[in-house]
């Protein structure tokens, strides 16, 4: 079991919203302000898509967005696209376990 | 261009021994904090450890499941970042992968929680 907890699988239309949740506790997520967000294709590295809760490194398009609220995290992705389907994985700075991530959450376009 | 490779994985059996190696090339590694990323066949990710640049400490920390097995290491004169893994049980099958901490816009350095530039990945098979 993972330490981060986030959904399975979501789903979304092209051009449609999508929003992905990271529930941890108040020693990590709740914590600090340290969330990131990755990207994963088949058979790829993982992307760094958010980090600080919601920044965003250069190059990644302002589609993707981050926010928290308490112990939970979100990531959303505006106006899918195709390229969008991959795995989404939620990461957290946890103190003296230093990082944890979330089990992943498969995106598909439909 | 900025690139690190991992090397390395192979099929070990349970109880054996393996070190991975990571090269880098097109940025500033010894400023870097390198960390090894972990992810089983078709599971998620999970962190394992991570050493500081030498001018941020140089000390390691590594993840629970891990530790007394598993030991970072990294030569700034070769560019390259080790993990050697002792004690290997069937659960340390997975890709391994090497990334380095991310310095943003502002500045700021992320050694320990936002990653940006990653490896291809060595697969590690613990097997009898």
């Known amino acids: 079991q993972s330490a981060l907890t986030q959904p399975p699988s979501a789903s979304g239309s092209p051009g449609q919203s999508v929003t992905i949740s990271c529930t941890g506790t108040s020693s990590d997520v709740g914590g600090y302000n340290y969330v990131s967000w990755y990207q994963q294709h088949p058979g790829k590295a993982p992307k760094l898509m958010i980090y600080e809760v919601s920044k965003r490194p250069s190059g990644v398009p302002d589609r993707f967005s981050g926010s928290k609220s308490g112990n939970t995290a979100s990531l959303t992705v505006s106006g899918l696209q195709d390229e969008d389907e991959a795995d989404y994985y939620c990461?957290?700075?946890?103190?003296?376990?230093?990082?944890?991530f979330g089990g992943g959450t498969k995106l598909t376009v439909l | 261009e900025v690139q690190l490779v991992e090397s390395g994985g192979g099929l070990v059996k349970p109880g054996g021994s393996l070190r991975l190696s990571c090269a880098s090339s097109g940025f500033a590694f010894s400023n870097a904090w390198m960390i090894w990323v972990r992810q089983p066949p078709g599971k998620g990710l999970e962190w394992v450890g991570r050493?500081?640049?030498?001018?941020?400490?140089?000390?390691?920390d590594c993840a629970e499941p891990v530790k007394g097995r598993f030991t970072l290491s990294r030569d700034d004169s070769k560019n390259m970042f080790y993990l050697e893994m002792n004690s290997l049980k069937t659960e340390d099958t997975a890709i391994y992968y090497c990334?380095?901490?991310?310095?943003?816009?502002?500045?700021?350095?992320?050694?320990?929680?936002?990653?940006?530039?990653w490896g291809q990945g060595t697969m590690v098979t613990v097997s009898s």
């Open positions: 990334t380095t901490g991310y310095s943003d816009s502002s500045g700021r350095y992320h050694g320990d929680d936002a990653f940006d530039i």
């Open positions: 050493i500081k640049s030498k001018s941020g400490g140089g000390t390691t």
């Open positions: 990461s957290s700075y946890a103190g003296s376990k230093i990082l944890l």
